[in-house]
């Protein structure tokens, strides 16, 4: 019979040290145990990607994209490599291997590039021979073989396309939490671990800062169909299987997106502003009353290069989104609750199965338990109904 295969996928705080390291291999040595093949993908150590873009910011603030990505990518080379000898030393024979070398290749968008293509070949041959292989997580290469990066929290991504490239029958992320939250279950104290997850809400909740799985990781699982799960390395158990294919719940998540600006603009400029941004690959999140722009704060720098003399002010806000089937129709009643707390809201936009609320950086705690607590905790507890407890 052919064994099984497992993706998994380990994440900074998971590689933070040598003891967690040592904590890693465990899971692995397990797997293997168990009659798997495994095929790990691993984070930079935890802090250390943002420790080399200080120091790339240090020498320019918008430092060369190509040279970014070389810089960023020795993190995850520095992981693969101290886990594969601490395999080794406990007897397991493993091999690890860059983007490039594990021949995932890219498009050539530095900085955030989106996989086209890996040529599994040398991985399968290395699982033939019995070894453990180690895959550097969150890189590739273009066809000029340079090499790329997929974007902060990319590492996710590099394991779901790295399993369903090989027909994994299983993709784990392994992380400091043990599943998916209903919400950051570090601000919200109450919230509940999701057996299952959906993959529409699971999508909606990363692209609005979810970050406990990358967003194109889930997009990449929905549409090659690949059993994705995500658990701690620090404790043992089932986890989250993002799985089925609709959202039912009447609201299923909170997601928290800090660090964005509000680049309030002359409303004649903001297609110009727009284009720029495309070309830039700052994607802009949404736009505010036609002239204000809302993108990442670390993308700022990259803007004003080329057009500050239209950017005209600017603001740090936060974004907060409920997802759920009902939250399109929450928006009168959430205006409410907050208002009753004295919470400002800048702006309010609607997605499919999604409400999302720009507001000041430093109520966006308090507002995402005010809001868990009202559709997710006592909501639970009273057979929520949202068409009757809300639209009257
Ligand atoms: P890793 O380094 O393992 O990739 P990340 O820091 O990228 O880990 O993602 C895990 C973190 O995601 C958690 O520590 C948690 O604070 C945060 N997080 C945000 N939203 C959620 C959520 N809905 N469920 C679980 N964790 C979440
Ligand atoms: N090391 C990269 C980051 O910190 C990629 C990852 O951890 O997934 O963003
Ligand atoms: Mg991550």
């Known amino acids: 019979m052919k ?109 955030d590039a989106t996989i086209k293509h890996i040529d599994t070949t040398k991985i399968e041959q290395l ?47 392994f992380t400091d939490v043990d599943g998916v939250y209903s919400c950051d279950p570090r601000v919200v104290k109450s919230a509940q671990r999701l057996d299952v997850v959906d993959f529409p809400s699971m999508e909606e909740m990363a692209r609005k800062g979810a970050k406990v799985l990358h967003l194109p990781s889930v997009q990449t699982a929905w549409e090659k169909q690949v059993p994705l799960r995500v658990l701690s390395t620090f404790d043992l158990n089932q986890g989250s299987l993002i799985k089925g294919e609709e959202c039912q719940q009447a609201v299923c998540g909170v997601a928290i997106q800090r660090g964005l600006t509000l680049v309030s603009v002359n409303p004649e400029s903001v297609e110009t502003i727009r284009k720029h941004c495309m070309m830039l690959g700052v994607s802009v999140w949404d736009v505010v009353n036609g002239a204000s722009l809302l993108i990442k704060e670390d993308c700022l720098a990259k803007l004003q290069q080329v057009c500050e003399d239209k950017l005209l002010s600017y603001q740090c806000v936060s974004l907060l989104t409920i997802v759920g089937t009902a939250a399109e129709r929450l928006s009168d009643h959430t205006a409410q609750l907050l208002a009753l707390q004295d919470i400002d809201v800048v702006h309010v936009s609607m997605a499919k199965q999604s409400m999302s609320l720009v507001m000041l950086p430093d109520c966006i705690d308090k507002a995402a338990n005010i809001l868990h607590d009202a559709y997710i905790t006592t909501a639970e507890a009273m057979d929520f109904h949202p068409k009757k407890a809300f639209l009257g």
């Open 3 to 111: 064994k099984s295969l497992i993706v998994q996928k380990f994440g900074g705080t998971s590689m933070g040290s040598i003891e967690t390291i040592h904590k890693v291999a465990e899971h692995i040595i397990r797997a293997k145990n168990g009659g798997s093949r495994v095929v790990v993908v691993v984070s930079a150590m935890s802090g250390e990607t943002n420790r080399l873009m200080g120091l790339a910011q240090q020498v320019d603030c918008v430092p060369n994209a190509r040279e970014l990505d070389v810089l960023l990518s020795a993190g995850e080379q520095v992981s693969m490599a101290l886990l594969a000898m601490t395999l080794s030393k406990l007897g397991h024979t493993a091999r690890s291997l860059t983007g490039g070398q594990a021949n995932i290749i890219t498009d050539g968008q530095h900085n």
């Open 127 to 173: 699982l033939d021979d019995e070894h453990i292989v180690i895959v550097a997580g969150f890189q590739g290469i273009n066809e000029n073989g340079d090499i790329t990066t997929l974007g902060r929290g990319g590492s996710d991504t590099s394991a779901v396309a790295l399993a369903g490239a090989l027909k994994a029958d299983e993709c784990q992320i």
